[in-house]
């Protein structure tokens, strides 16, 4: 792995591994599977992260790990040098606000019982003042291209690709630097897939973000991303850039993903 | 929420129950107390639409007043149980590790007290009073509550919107009581309603045996003693305290399955 | 197409929420010929998915459904939309598959799959086990496992999602159907299990001779795989076809769009979306459901809904001014 002396490394993960215990039906034989296996790779400040692999192989695994929801069996994962799951309370705290998920499900992301914003609200830093909460509000909804008139709205009278905009507004709002897009627009049709590519690249330049974008579908990686890398059955087998990846793939699964691909 | 049927009906049902006890007593020309010997045990009349008891007290009055103990003893030991309950269930189930199980195997032993022995226990050993009553009902009723709101809390803790409010860096105090605790009210409230049916039932019990409500206080418990000891020659008195018992928990019953029907479908949050 | 699986005329679906009827739906009609493959195309919120689940009456009590949805193939013949409930038991599974978008969610997670795939056997084989585990083994077999009987012992949350949809598509031709029906069996899925998942349909309609209805909102996928399309939008059959005609010459502007959507994903700009929609799902009275997003919409689109018009060789649309 080259590193890249002239940018700044936000996120560093070494080694991670995870595994989960298994048992059958009622508990008797108990096994443990590997979810994640050796995993190492970085992401440079200002750039897009791609992972690629299919339901399953552990791609999901790794965001939970970095968002300190799912604990390494062993390996380190570093946010500007620091190991985050050293951080104490506070610090984990002020480290959750700067790397924000966006899942794919926006339906199961939103609170059902609160209005778009309420959870707003919440993102924001709660020492600002009502007004200064206000504008930012309307900052962040027009950041997403969303009226102002689904802040009285619960989720469930939203539509999915307005509900998305507000997972992602809400992600913007607690003055992120880094999002995980964890399928985030996978599920969606392509019309609006496009216009939330468009929007993500917009937000990136805007807000200066980094991206760790994990999907199973290379079109849209195509588009967004700088950096890929393919995971397959919980290991990292190919990391490089968009172009190497695309035009010269070097593991068998790689280049038979390309080959099938959608188009 | 008013276009449920089951929630309406039991709602009309419980009111008037409610509306009954608390206002009619000042309405009824008759004192529960006041014994009148010249009409005693006499069957229903226009005079004493329930007929009197073996003291000549009318009937009416005293399921009336007796409603006003055994609703009291419903509801406010239901809110107490429910306010332990979700205390710890909540707290267990989010903490979880070693608060979890230290208040889990707290709840098992606690359940593993058969209810009513201990109250008997309690009660034989002091003088019964409503108070008394009162403090040990609440006391050992709680469990069931706690291990609802438990399983609750373990589902809805790994939801995405719960793991994204914590993603948000807000404080566990704020996570629990806005992300969690409104999305697990329904069931509370629910196992609430359905509570207070159960509760009235166990104290009728109580005073029925002659542990709960002492005489010449009434509630429905007693009264029903009162008829049993001469089912044969004064029918009414069993009757009507019975059927005050069992409109009550069909009426609580109805609110809660209708407040299920009802905050299961609003906000869609469980529909399919 | 000679002889017809499953003839659906003015399929219509509405739902009541808050006390007012919400349309899903509106006269949709398509015929799904014997061991062909008809796409059903259009974005989420089109209706799709409630299509499937309509068919087979799996939708909640108070949706009104009308008009008819006729199965015929080998068996007596069936209107799965006025049948009585115990009819629609004999044909759910039996004579209608179905798969979903989501495999896992579609198991039960504490049976092994080889034990949910006996459960789905015909009575005749599942009366006998040995029977009904060499039945197992076979399908799996078929849907392309190498170890048939290690999956036919795995849970569902031990295998991946590629391998879960075929063992749901498995489950879902267990009862040996002549029709399957399958909403978005390839969305959640990668490039090389989507590919291997439609080479899979392809098989079952050539050696079982399956009729597929299948629900996707790729149109480039649907135009390479499906005989007939159908494409929706907003609850509205915008047009239908054969895909090699719409591949070709599209007559609704919303297949054109689609379509460019596709293709921009690959341009060095960046995706291109369809316009979003600039009037309110609630306002458009009478006007075409697609006129807030066309590029082509005159006056009169806004103000009056096309006919369905159609031709001689099976091709329909809906649109004041189709394109040439």
Redesign the interface.
Same mark, same amino acid.
């Given at each position: 792995m080259v590193i890249n002396p002239g940018r700044q490394i936000l996120l560093e993960v070494k080694n991670l591994t995870v595994r989960y215990r298994q048992r059958n039906g009622f508990g008797w034989r108990e096994k443990t599977v590997d979810a994640l296996n050796d995993v190492s790779f970085f992401i440079h400040r200002g750039e897009t992260l791609a992972l690629v692999g299919e339901t399953g192989s552990g791609k999901s695994t790794i965001a939970m790990s970095i968002?300190h929801?799912v604990s390494p069996d062993s390996g380190e994962i570093l946010y500007s040098g620091e190991d985050v799951w050293k951080f104490k309370r506070a610090e984990l705290?002020?480290y959750?606000?700067k790397?924000?998920?966006v899942?794919q499900?926006a339906d199961?992301?939103?609170?059902?019982?609160?209005k778009v914003r309420?959870m707003l609200v919440?993102?924001l830093v709660p020492a600002l003042s009502t007004e200064e909460k206000n504008r930012r509000i309307r900052e962040y909804l027009s950041a997403v291209q969303l009226d102002e008139d689904v802040l009285d709205c619960?989720p469930?009278q939203l539509s999915g690709g307005q509900k998305q905009r507000v997972?992602i507004a809400?992600a913007l709002a607690?003055e992120s630097e880094m999002l995980i897009l964890d399928e985030a627009i996978s599920s969606q049709d392509l019309s609006l897939q496009a216009h939330l590519l468009k929007l993500l690249s917009e937000l990136k330049k805007k807000f200066s973000l980094t991206y760790l974008y994990i999907s199973h579908d290379l079109e849209t990686v195509r588009v967004i991303a700088d950096r890929v890398g393919i995971i397959k059955d919980g290991r990292l087998i190919e990391i490089g850039e968009k172009d190497e990846i695309f035009n010269s793939p070097e593991e068998p699964y790689t280049q038979l993903l390309l080959e099938r691909s959608r188009f | 929420m008013w276009g449920e049927k089951t929630f309406r009906c039991g709602t009309v049902l419980i009111l008037t129950i409610l509306l009954l006890c608390v206002c009619l007593p000042w309405v009824m020309p008759q004192d529960p107390y006041a014994q009148n010997l010249e009409e005693i045990s006499q069957p229903p009349s226009l005079a004493h639409p329930f007929g009197t008891d073996f003291f000549g007290r009318d009937l009416f009055s005293r399921i009336l007043y007796g409603g006003r103990l055994s609703l009291t003893i419903g509801i406010v030991v239901t809110f107490f149980a429910v306010v332990i309950g979700t205390i710890i269930g909540m707290v267990s189930g989010y903490f979880g590790g070693w608060p979890d199980a230290a208040l889990m195997r707290f709840v098992d032993v606690m359940l593993g007290f058969p209810r009513l022995f201990i109250l008997l226990t309690v009660i034989g050993f002091t003088r019964p009073s409503f108070g008394l009553m009162l403090a040990v009902l609440s006391l050992f009723s709680w469990m069931e509550v706690a291990r609802i709101v438990r399983a609750e809390v373990l589902t809805v803790r790994e939801?995405?919107? %719960?793991?994204?409010? %914590?993603?948000?860096?807000?404080?566990r105090r704020?996570v629990l009581f806005?992300?969690i605790f409104?999305?697990i009210l329904s069931p509370i409230i629910v196992s609430a309603t359905l509570m207070v049916g159960s509760v009235i039932v166990i104290e009728s019990g109580l005073s029925f045996i002659g542990m709960g409500v002492q005489p010449p206080d009434a509630s429905w418990g007693t009264i029903l003693n009162q008829g049993f000891q001469d089912l044969a020659g004064a029918w009414w008195i069993t009757l009507f305290s019975g059927l005050a018992i069992v409109v009550t928990v069909i009426g609580f019953n109805l609110v809660g399955d209708g407040l299920r029907n009802i905050l299961d479908s609003k906000?869609? %949050?469980r529909e399919s | 197409m000679d002889r017809l699986a499953l003839d659906v005329r003015n399929l219509s679906l509405s739902i009541q929420t808050e006390g007012v009827d919400k349309s899903i739906f509106e006269d949709v009609s398509f015929c799904l010929g014997d061991s062909s493959l008809l796409a059903v195309v259009g974005e989420s919120g089109g209706g799709k998915s409630l299509l499937c689940k309509s068919l087979l009456r799996l939708i909640p009590g108070d949706a009104r459904l009308s008009g008819s949805a006729v199965i015929s193939g080998l068996q007596t013949p069936v209107d799965l939309i006025s049948c009585p409930d115990f009819e629609m038991e004999s044909v759910r599974g039996r004579r209608i598959g179905m798969v979903f978008q989501e495999p896992a969610a579609s198991m039960n997670p504490v049976m092994t799959c080889g034990e949910q795939i006996c459960d789905a056997l015909p009575k005749t084989i599942r009366i006998d086990r040995r029977s009904a585990r060499r039945r197992t083994t076979e399908l799996l077999e078929f849907v392309g496992f190498k170890e048939p009987s290690r999956i036919a012992r795995s849970y569902p949350h031990e295998l991946s999602g590629g391998m879960l949809q075929k063992v749901a598509t498995v489950l879902a031709i267990a009862g040996e159907p002549s029709i399957l029906i399958a909403d978005e069996p390839s969305t959640a899925l990668d490039a090389v299990n989507r590919f291997e998942l439609m080479e899979l349909f392809q098989r079952l309609r050539n050696e079982f001779g399956m009729s597929i209805l299948w629900v996707t909102h790729e149109l480039r996928s649907a135009l390479t795989y499906a005989d007939e399309l159908l494409v929706m939008y907003a609850g509205n059959v915008m047009e239908s076809g054969s895909a090699a005609e719409i591949a070709e010459h599209p007559k609704h502007p919303y297949t054109k769009a689609l379509l460019d959507v596709e293709k921009s994903f690959r341009e060095p700009d960046g995706p291109r979306p369809i316009p979003e929609e600039t009037l309110p799902v609630k306002k458009r009275d009478g006007g075409c459901v697609f006129a807030g997003r066309c590029e082509f919409a005159k006056p009169i689109c806004r103000n009056e809904m096309p006919k369905w018009e159609s031709d001689q060789r099976r091709r329909g649309w809906r649109c004041h001014f189709p394109l040439k």
């Open positions: 968002l929801f705290r002020a959750h606000r790397i924000q998920p899942f499900n199961e992301s939103l609170n059902p019982r609160l309420s919440d993102a619960f469930h997972c809400r607690t | 939801r995405l919107y %719960v793991k994204s409010a %914590v993603a948000l860096g807000l404080s704020r806005r992300y409104p999305n906000t869609g %949050v | -």
